[in-house]
C-alpha cells in the first residue's frame, strides 16, 4: 500500500524551530518530486514548497521563503521541512504529498499524509 | 502569488450535476494543462479527483470530470451522491510554484 506518514508537529513558541519528516512506503520514493502543503485551522489549503526526485531543485512559497528548508534522503525514503523563525501564521496542519508521475515537480498531489499538526504560541 | 478564484459554496440535490469554476490568470490556469481538483471531508485529508485539467485517477467515479477555457477551470459532478458533500479545491501550476483556490463547499441537499 502506498503511504506517507508525517511526524514532527507540536507546540513551539514564535521565533522556534521545528523538523518535520515523512516517511514513504509502497513506491520508488527517489523516483518521485514531493511537496509540503499547509492548511490552518478552519482555512484552505497552501502549497509550502517542492523538491524535486533526485533533491537537486526546490521552490517555496513567499510566505516561508528563506525559513523553511525542504530535504529529502532517498536511502531512508524519507521527505523533510526543516521549520525556523515560526511565526504564529505558521500554525496549520502539515501535509506531505506525492506527484502520480513527475520527478521534477509536483505538478498534481495524488498521494496524502494523514498531517501532522504544528502549533506556534507562546 | 494570488489564490485561484472559486466560489465560496455551491449546491445541488441528488442525481443532479453541478460545476466549480477556478479562475486564475494567464500565468498559472490558462498558461498550463496542470490543474488540479481536490476533494476534502471534514478531518481527512484531501483526495485527488482530477489532473492535467481532466484526467481522472484511477478508482475516482467517472461522475468527476474537469475542463478548461483560458483562465477558467471547472469541475463538474453529474448525478450528485450525498457523500459528494465535501470541500473542493483547485490547484494549477504557476512557473515554479503552485497555486490553490480558496475552496467551495460543496451541500448535497
Not at chain 1, 507540536?10 to 523516483?31: E, H, I, W
Not at chain 2, 465560496?8 to 498559472?28: F, K, L, R
Not at chain 2, 496542470?34 to 476533494?39: A, F, L, M
Request: charged residues 15%.
Amino acid at each position: 500500500e502506498v503511504q506517507l506518514l508525517e511526524s514532527g508537529g507540536g507546540l513551539v513558541q514564535p521565533g522556534g524551530s521545528l523538523r518535520l519528516s515523512c516517511a514513504a512506503s509502497g513506491f520508488t520514493f527517489k523516483n518521485y518530486a514531493m511537496s509540503w502543503v499547509r492548511q490552518a485551522p478552519g482555512k484552505g489549503l497552501e502549497w509550502v514548497s517542492v523538491i524535486s526526485a533526485s533533491g537537486g531543485s526546490t521552490y517555496y512559497a513567499d510566505s516561508v521563503k528563506g525559513r523553511f528548508t525542504i530535504s529529502r534522503d532517498n536511502s531512508k525514503n524519507t521527505l523533510y521541512l526543516q521549520m525556523n523563525s515560526l511565526r504564529a501564521e505558521d500554525t496549520a496542519v502539515y501535509y506531505c504529498a506525492k506527484d502520480p508521475l513527475y520527478s521534477d515537480y509536483v505538478y498534481a498531489f495524488d498521494i496524502w499524509g494523514q498531517g501532522t499538526l504544528v502549533t506556534v504560541s507562546s | 502569488q494570488s489564490a485561484l478564484t472559486q466560489p465560496a459554496s455551491v449546491s445541488g440535490s441528488p442525481g443532479q450535476s453541478i460545476t466549480i469554476s477556478c479562475t486564475g490568470t494567464t500565468s498559472d490556469v490558462g498558461g498550463y494543462n496542470y490543474v488540479s481538483w481536490y476533494q476534502q471531508h471534514p478531518g481527512k485529508a484531501p483526495k485527488l479527483m482530477i489532473y492535467e485539467v481532466s484526467n481522472r485517477p484511477s478508482g475516482v467515479p467517472d461522475r468527476f470530470s474537469g475542463s478548461k477555457s483560458g483562465n477558467t477551470a471547472s469541475l463538474t459532478i453529474s448525478g450528485l451522491h450525498t457523500e459528494d458533500e465535501a470541500d473542493y479545491y483547485c490547484s494549477s501550476y504557476a512557473s515554479s510554484s503552485t497555486l490553490f483556490g480558496g475552496g467551495t463547499k460543496l451541500t448535497v441537499l
